[in-house]
């Protein structure tokens, strides 16, 4: 399906919407309970009625921005980085909120988050506390060395 037939369907549809919201101002009362023939009339699928769904919201302001998004777009600013297995296993609850608020609210950049966690997992100390944590965000944050995580918790053997 070409990206302009998309549009000149989506187009369509659209206007078939408001030709029938206006039938319903003007009192036809069975404008809206008709809707479903009239699309099913007009040869839309599913595919056709979400990108109108879609271009509606955006409208609004209550959906996405017109465009396509694929896998390979970098996420936008306000999406959630998801802990891989080994993140799970070694922040606490507590400490991963600590770093997503950091993050949103702009006091580390993405670059600066993830070497936060590649250090704190790297640091041997399961769970991490919110104190390492901070301690090891401030250190990115002020651009410390990139070297050895330096534990002020003791000399950092940690049993396994």
């Known amino acids: 399906m070409s990206e302009e037939r998309d549009r000149e369907v989506v187009q369509r549809l659209l206007s078939t919407l408001a030709d029938r919201l206006?039938?319903?101002?003007?009192?036809?009362?069975?404008?809206?309970?008709?809707?479903?023939?009239?699309?099913?009339?007009?040869?839309?699928?599913?595919?056709?009625?979400?990108?109108?769904?879609?271009?509606?919201?955006?409208?609004?302001?209550?959906?996405?921005?017109?465009?396509?998004?694929?896998?390979?777009?970098?996420?936008?600013?306000?999406?959630?980085?998801?802990?891989?297995?080994?993140?799970?296993?070694?922040?606490?609850?507590?400490?991963?909120?600590?770093?997503l608020d950091l993050r949103r609210r702009g006091s580390l950049d993405a670059e600066q988050f993830e070497r936060v966690l590649d250090r704190l997992t790297a640091s041997g100390v399961r769970p991490v506390s919110v104190d390492l944590a901070r301690e090891v965000a401030v250190r990115v944050a002020l651009r410390a060395n990139d070297g050895e995580l330096e534990s002020g918790h003791g000399d950092g053997d940690v049993a396994h």
């Open 22 to 99: 206006e039938d319903f101002l003007e009192g036809d009362e069975l404008a809206l309970e008709t809707l479903a023939e009239v699309i099913e009339e007009g040869g839309f699928n599913a595919e056709d009625l979400q990108a109108a769904i879609l271009a509606l919201r955006s409208l609004s302001g209550a959906g996405p921005g017109v465009g396509l998004v694929t896998v390979d777009d970098p996420p936008g600013p306000g999406a959630q980085r998801i802990l891989s297995a080994e993140e799970r296993d070694s922040l606490s609850p507590e400490a991963w909120g600590f770093l």
